[in-house]
Nanobody, 115 residues
Framework: QVQLVESGGGLVQPGGSLRLSCAAS????????MGWYRQAPGKQRELVAS????????TYAESVKGRFTISRDNAKSAVYLQMNSLKPEDTAVYYC????????WGQGTQVTVSS
């Protein structure tokens, strides 16, 4: 198994920025696709962004295109989500997902966008 630990969430005003980090344990990070998901109260968990093993392909939800950027550092076994121009509707718990020989989820980090 691999353990994922997210960090970087918090309270930010509309228009602000946050950078989420997800650190993975173990030594198989480099053979997994990684993704960021979010779940708002009363809503289903949804894909925000994903990145392939080598980082060559990224995908984004339409609602975050042009504002969020996913990246990874295989040497550090970490994946990041840079979030700019945040909106109140971005408020959610954000989860990191590891998709490799098995699937693993982090515990989540709260992002609250409010004035």
């Amino acid at each position: 198994q691999v353990q994922l630990v997210e960090s970087g969430g918090g309270l930010v005003q509309p228009g602000g920025s946050l950078r989420l980090s997800c650190a993975a344990s173990g030594n198989i990070f480099s053979i997994a696709n990684m993704g960021w998901y979010r779940q708002a109260p009363g809503k289903q968990r949804e894909l925000v962004a994903s990145i392939t093993i080598g980082g060559g392909t990224t995908t984004y939800a339409e609602s975050v295109k042009g504002r969020f950027t996913i990246s990874r550092d295989n040497a550090k076994s970490a994946v990041y989500l840079q979030m700019n121009s945040l909106k109140p509707e971005d408020t959610a718990v954000y989860y990191c997902k590891f998709t490799g020989p098995f699937i693993s989820w982090g515990q989540g980090t709260q992002v609250t966008v409010s004035s």
